[in-house]
């Protein structure tokens, strides 16, 4: 069974850093591109960024709201991918979820077909 | 890149049909058949319901389906029941390798 699980959310004041994890189990992790997507309080969905998978390079997207202070990595021998978001805003305030990038496991991956539960960031003074 | 638009809101009676649109760009939904749309009951996450304009997740019920035309797409539900009381959202793959959203639709079930 699949399963996505995100950590390291809370309270921080703007300006500051934070730096989600989310652990997941039951697939190859290795073998898939992972996204961060984020739901404001009361608000839709917004895409935040994502990580191919080290066999397409392993490399990066952002949204342009988070780009140059949103950082996504991954440690495929923990399975494990994080989000570092420095310089936060108020407004980066929301539910993060991380998301698998599927479901081949491959370059036609474009649909986000398993979501953790989220983890809150608040970022108020 | 602008979120898809979608219905704020849509309702049916249980046993009817109900079709949700999401209307894009043709540098997202207009060109590539990305489209996919999820369900998201309050407090909890996002669940795939349709990926690749019309395919279906293991597990998910056929009374939902997906459509294309142009720079618009489509999700039917059909044999509306009570439990598909929820808020939807359509997203696409873009032409710049990123994703787009819509505002999501609230469904009520009468």
């Known amino acids: 069974e699949v399963q996505l699980v995100e950590s390291g959310g809370g309270l921080v004041q703007p300006g500051r850093s934070l730096r989600l994890s989310c652990t997941a189990s039951?697939?190859?992790?290795?073998?898939?591109?992972m996204s961060w997507v984020r739901q404001a309080p009361g608000k839709g969905l917004e895409w935040v960024g994502f990580?191919?998978?080290?066999?397409?390079?392993?490399?990066?997207q952002y949204a342009a709201s988070v780009k140059g202070r949103f950082t996504i990595s991954r440690d495929d021998s923990k399975s494990i991918a994080y989000l570092q978001m420095n310089s936060l805003k108020t407004e980066d305030t929301a539910v993060y979820y991380c998301t698998r990038v599927g479901p081949y496991g491959g370059h036609l991956d474009t649909t986000f077909d398993y979501w953790g539960q989220g983890t809150l960031v608040t970022v108020s003074s | 890149q602008s979120a898809l638009t979608q219905p704020a809101s849509v309702s049916g009676s249980p046993g009817q049909s109900i079709t949700i649109s999401c209307t894009g760009t043709?540098?997202?939904?207009?060109?590539?058949?990305?489209v996919s749309w999820y369900q998201q009951h309050p407090g909890k996450a996002p669940k795939l319901i349709i990926y690749?304009?019309?395919k279906w997740p293991s597990g998910v019920s056929n009374r939902f389906s997906g459509s294309k035309s142009g720079n618009t797409a489509s999700l039917t539900i059909s044999g509306l029941q009570a439990e598909d009381e929820a808020d939807y959202y359509c997203?696409?793959?873009?032409?710049?390798?990123?994703?787009?959203f819509g505002g999501g639709t609230e469904l009520t079930v009468l």
């Open positions: 690749d304009v019309s």
């Open positions: 997203s696409s793959y873009t032409s710049s390798n990123t994703w787009v």
């Open positions: 039951g697939f190859t992790f290795g073998d898939y591109a």
């Open positions: 990580i191919r998978s080290k066999a397409y390079g392993g490399t990066t």
């Open positions: 043709s540098s997202d939904v207009g060109d590539y058949n990305y």
